[in-house]
């Protein structure tokens, strides 16, 4: 099992579904959202880090629609008050 350090340095479960509910607030459509999460997922190694998987969706979802990746940040920065 791929196990995944959050911020503040607690590890939980490697989740996609949590990246394809993220890549579809985004914008993605499923399909994409489904298709970026698996692509983390069979890529991840344990003890990968949030900012290396928000890193890798970011660069996905750019790549399809640059306009996925700006609502991301919007997000992260309107409603999690990140701005990294």
Known sequence: ???????DGRKEPFVA???????LKSGASPEVARSIAHGIEQN????ITTREI???????LKSKNP??????M????????RSE
């Open 67 to 72: 306009e996925w990746e700006r609502n991301w």
């Open 1 to 7: 099992m791929i196990s995944v350090k959050k911020r």
């Open 74 to 81: 919007v997000f992260d920065t309107a409603v999690k008050k």
């Open 17 to 23: 579904e949590k990246i394809v509910v993220s890549a």
């Open 54 to 60: 928000k890193g890798k969706v970011l660069g996905m």
């Open 44 to 47: 991840a190694t344990d003890g």
